[in-house]
């Protein structure tokens, strides 16, 4: 597949063939920045994760060349965050065994650019590729105006999709904050207490943001430790939970996402103990 923009990839991990990296993809995630992934996705992750039928692909939309930069990297110029970011995002690729890791190398302008006609096709060439079952991005209610620009992109590139093409599901969610706002009506719960330790080595990959701007590694393990607490009357301190916002390609985007209910099991929701629970959105 040929990407519009000079330094873009598609890197395959395993060294299969582009192709059939794509054509196995039943997980994908298509974020703004290199980390978001694994901070929006971690449920997606862990169900590929060792599977042989199973796989995930991160798409990172910008190029990282905007990033942060304090102790070691402060003096980094853009051109060199643009190379340390990809590295970074392909060093989580092998950690996390993905199926393909897409970079595609816009800037954060270009990506907020009303109609982003070019990201946008190569979003629905992707999707079209690898047909995910389900998508990960981010909420239209973000505090990041980069990160509601890409989700914004990723429906409007599952719009462009036939109906038969479209992932069956899509989740949307948040990297900095947390979605209490939103009612329980309007949020899944998926487990993500499995393999800690893959979580932490996912976002300790990202030295650049971590040792070179904030702990987001902690944060993200402590709120996913939060919801536990919080969001479940059962939990025990080994659950870890995580907020979501519905969306869908077939709303506009000024459109109040459709409620979601998982049907509950024994009081917890589809597939899940009350204990097992992260707090997600979806269709």
């Not at 302008?109 to 389900?134: C, F, M, N, T, Y």
């Not at 509601?148 to 969610?173: M, N, Q, S, W």
């Not at 009506?185 to 932490?200: H, N, T």
Request: one cysteine or more; a negative charge.
């Amino acid at each position: 597949m040929k990407l519009a923009n000079e330094g873009a990839e598609i890197w395959m991990p395993d060294g299969t063939a582009e192709a059939e990296a794509l054509a196995r993809t039943t997980h994908m995630a298509i974020v703004a920045h290199q980390d978001d992934a694994e901070i929006v996705a971690y449920r997606g992750i862990l169900e590929c994760f060792g599977s042989d039928d199973r796989w995930f692909t991160a798409v990172v939309v910008t190029d990282g060349a905007g990033s942060s930069r304090i102790g070691p990297y402060a003096d980094c110029t853009d051109e060199e965050m643009v190379q340390i970011r990809k590295r970074e995002q392909r060093m989580a690729g092998m950690v996390g065994e993905y199926s393909a890791v897409v970079q595609l190398g816009y800037t954060s302008a270009q990506a907020k650019q009303a109609g982003g006609s070019h990201l946008i096709g190569e979003l629905a060439d992707l999707l079209r590729a690898a047909r995910p079952e389900v998508l990960f991005t981010h909420n239209l209610a973000d505090k990041h105006d980069t990160h509601v620009a890409v989700a914004l992109r990723a429906l409007d590139a599952c719009r462009a999709l036939d109906e038969g093409e479209r992932p069956a599901r899509v989740l949307g969610g948040e990297v900095w904050r947390d979605l209490d706002w939103l009612s329980d009506a309007d949020k899944v719960a998926l487990d993500v207490q499995e393999r800690e330790s893959l979580g932490l080595a996912l976002l300790g990959v990202f030295d650049s943001q971590i040792t070179g701007g904030k702990r987001y590694d902690l944060a993200t393990l402590g709120r996913r430790r939060a919801h536990a607490t919080t969001r479940c009357r059962a939990c025990s301190q080994r659950a870890a939970l995580r907020s979501r916002a519905a969306v869908s390609p077939s709303h506009t985007p000024c459109a109040r996402p459709r409620p979601v209910r998982e049907t509950p099991s024994q009081g917890g929701c589809r597939g899940f103990s009350p204990c097992d629970r992260q707090v997600f959105g979806g269709q």
